[in-house]
């Protein structure tokens, strides 16, 4: 995705070189890291277990870490991540992941 965003620039992450770039580049690279490092596993092995009361225990630790680590990164999310009004990177790196909300 970087790579693409580099390659073809749009609103979607600012480049390195313009005002705040920098920043919101490493944001956005902290939250991808922190989503697939502290949430992904617990989701994944929710998805995948069969017996009740272990998906139940697996659910409640991805929900746990969702609010733990996830939430505080997107308290100025509004409409979308960093507060920005259009689509980010953040957005679209996560659109493939289908989360029930």
Same mark, same amino acid.
């Given at each position: 995705m970087q790579f693409l965003t580099d390659t /073809?620039?749009?609103?979607?992450?600012k480049t390195s070189s313009e005002p705040g770039g920098a920043l919101q580049r490493a *944001? !956005? =690279?902290?939250f991808v890291d922190t989503f697939f490092s502290k949430f992904t596993p617990f989701y994944q092995k929710a998805m995948w277990l069969t017996d009740a009361e272990e998906k139940s225990s697996a659910t409640q630790s991805a929900v746990d870490a969702a609010v733990k680590d996830?939430?505080? #990164? #997107?308290?100025?999310?509004?409409? !979308? /991540?960093? =507060?920005?009004? *259009? #689509?980010?990177?953040?957005?679209? =790196?996560? =659109? !493939?992941?289908?989360i029930n909300r």
């Amino acid at each position: 995705m970087q790579f693409l965003t580099d390659t /073809f620039p749009s609103h979607l992450v600012k480049t390195s070189s313009e005002p705040g770039g920098a920043l919101q580049r490493a *944001r !956005f =690279g902290y939250f991808v890291d922190t989503f697939f490092s502290k949430f992904t596993p617990f989701y994944q092995k929710a998805m995948w277990l069969t017996d009740a009361e272990e998906k139940s225990s697996a659910t409640q630790s991805a929900v746990d870490a969702a609010v733990k680590d996830l939430e505080p #990164l #997107l308290k100025d999310a509004k409409p !979308f /991540f960093g =507060g920005n009004e *259009r #689509l980010t990177l953040a957005e679209v =790196g996560m =659109g !493939f992941q289908h989360i029930n909300r």
